[in-house]
């Protein structure tokens, strides 16, 4: 069974700075996607961005990009700039890309980021 | 407005006494899961339906049900509900085959 690790449950970072969150995974799979959750306050999860394992390129968006190492199945989260509303639990996520694995999502534990003024 | 609704999205019960929450989407997705959040372990899913009548089990379906009689609706039903069911539940939707769930807002259970 797939498992996802975030061994950091609560980081801080300064507004305007950067903060990078790590993410873990364990599969024998090749082919799968990795995603990032943010949940604010209001509880909503909010996908953030997504990789699929075949793309060598790491996604982007906007100020979150992603580093992807497939050969050490890591997948940490970058946040440029940060801003106060960036402030959530963020959530790393793996689904596989077919078979039962792909009617799921199997969650880390969370990351708590603060963002202080 | 795309999106999937929960109800209630507050509940406070007691032990054994039968409960469900609703989940309805307006997307005509045929996926639909269940997912329960606990601090520390992240969400985890209950169940899963890939379509009407099409229901299965996810990683932690003890003490719950469902049914999918409509497209746009799963409920999860509590038949009899215990204090470590207390969690934040999620119900989630996608088409089937795609990556994307869309989640609800959330229903947070206290079982007393």
């Known amino acids: 069974a797939q498992t996802v690790t975030q061994s950091q449950p609560e980081m801080s970072v300064q507004e305007a700075e950067t903060v990078t969150l790590s993410c873990t995974y364990d599969t024998s799979e090749s082919d799968y996607y990795l995603f990032w959750y943010k949940q604010p306050p209001s509880r909503q999860m909010i996908l953030v961005i997504r990789q699929e394992a075949y793309k060598q390129q790491n996604a982007t968006e906007n100020r979150f990009s992603v580093n992807f190492q497939k050969a050490a199945k890591s997948f940490s989260l970058k946040i440029s700039d940060s801003q106060l509303g960036d402030a959530a639990m963020y959530f790393c996520a793996y689904r596989s890309a077919r078979g039962q694995g792909a009617q799921k999502l199997v969650f880390g534990q969370g990351t708590r980021l603060t963002i202080n003024p | 407005e795309a999106q999937v609704t929960q109800n209630p999205r507050y509940l406070i019960t007691v032990t054994g006494k039968k409960l469900t929450v609703t989940c309805s989407q307006n997307m005509n997705h045929e996926y639909m899961s269940w997912y329960r959040q606990d601090p520390g372990l992240g969400l985890r899913q209950i169940y899963y339906?890939?379509?009407?009548?099409?229901?299965d089990k996810g990683d932690v379906p003890e003490g719950y049900k469902v049914s999918r009689k409509e497209k746009r609706n799963f409920p999860l039903i509590l038949e009899s509900p215990s204090p470590n069911q207390t969690s934040l539940y999620f119900c989630?939707?996608?088409?089937?085959?795609?990556?994307?769930?869309?989640f609800g807002p959330g229903t947070r259970l206290t079982v007393t």
């Open positions: 989630a939707s996608g088409v089937a085959g795609t990556y994307e769930q869309y």
């Open positions: 339906s890939m379509n009407v009548e099409v229901t």
